[in-house]
């Protein structure tokens, strides 16, 4: 009887032993867990600001790359200018356009980083003030910028006018007095024919702007979607498992932007598949705070090299 009662008393420890064991343990591993998805969040939270930090720098270096562009192509104008008639209309042209054109992007460029700080939440206030600063700059210079290009073409149009009036006194000078009648007529066909000249100089610098800003911004317009699988279907966009299988989808779906300044597409969703092929290692997907996809455009070349339509599958 006394041996049966020592073998339950040790049967009970063994029991409450191994309980307590198993608690203990199933405790360790609930708080591992639980301290391993600290560590995934504060994770994806770093690789945000990342991407954050980085766009934001890229589209500085690209505005101040525009306002260099834009220098480099005024003081060729100017050198350009003071060669009076021997100076290169083509040249001057091409310049022109090109300055109206970079105009435009840093424009674009300086309106995206704006919305690049609203929409941060990364960057410390102290940063964040000075970041704004630079916006306020930015502002200022591309003002200032725009009103000495259009003093620089009033410019040019007046020393077209002085040009036309120096050939008209040379030729007075060499006429003789006793048909002085003659070279008035004379004067008066030459200065109308240099009117037609400059406005025909005028016009035609004019559409080579417009030609060359046209052709710019049509090679660098790319077109993206985002949407569910219903959505893209009834666009057309989907046909059974195939993207983009023939012509016949809605193109007034997609969002048209210039690939220089598309940097990021917030997606609005904790699912996102691409469905265009594009290259490896030119783009990342990340997640904010609430678990939602963004995707970043790193290398925006070798991105749409491939493909000028991107298709992002989203839940």
């Not at 193109?251 to 690939?259: E, I, M, P, S, V």
Request: charged content about 25%; some cysteine.
């Amino acid at each position: 009887m006394k041996k049966l009662l020592i073998l339950a008393l040790a049967l009970v420890t063994l029991t409450t032993v191994s309980c307590t064991s198993r608690k203990e343990r199933e405790k360790a591993e609930a708080e591992a867990a639980a301290q391993q998805r600290r560590i995934d969040s504060l994770q994806n939270a770093l690789n945000q600001m990342q991407g954050e930090n980085n766009d934001i720098n890229q589209t500085l270096a690209d505005i101040q790359d525009g306002f260099a562009a834009i220098n480099e192509a005024e003081g060729i104008i100017n050198i350009q200018a003071a060669k009076g008639e021997g100076a290169n209309r083509q040249t001057i042209a091409d310049n022109m356009a090109l300055i109206q054109d970079r105009l435009r992007q840093n424009r674009e460029l300086i309106a995206s980083l704006q919305e690049q700080l609203r929409n941060s939440n990364s960057a410390a206030s102290e940063s964040r003030a000075k970041l704004e600063k630079m916006v306020s700059d930015f502002q200022r210079q591309l003002e200032t910028k725009t009103q000495e290009i259009e003093a620089l073409r009033a410019e040019l149009a007046s020393k077209d006018i002085r040009i036309a009036q120096q050939d008209q006194q040379i030729t007075s000078l060499n006429e003789n007095v006793n048909s002085l009648a003659q070279s008035n007529e004379q004067k008066q066909q030459t200065i109308k024919q240099n009117e037609q000249t400059i406005a025909q100089n005028q016009q035609t610098i004019k559409q080579n702007e417009q030609t060359i800003s046209k052709q710019d911004r049509e090679m660098n317009t790319v077109y993206y979607v985002f949407g569910t699988k219903k959505e893209l279907k009834a666009q057309r966009i989907l046909d059974g498992g195939d993207v983009l299988k023939n012509g016949n989808f809605n193109r007034d779906y997609f969002t048209a932007k210039d690939q220089r300044v598309l940097k990021s597409i917030p997606l609005y969703s904790k699912s996102a598949k691409l469905m265009t092929a594009h290259p490896s290692g030119s783009y990342s997907l990340t997640k904010d705070g609430s678990g939602q996809y963004t995707l970043h455009i790193t290398d925006a070349s070798r991105f749409w090299s491939t493909s000028r339509y991107l298709v992002i599958l989203v839940k």
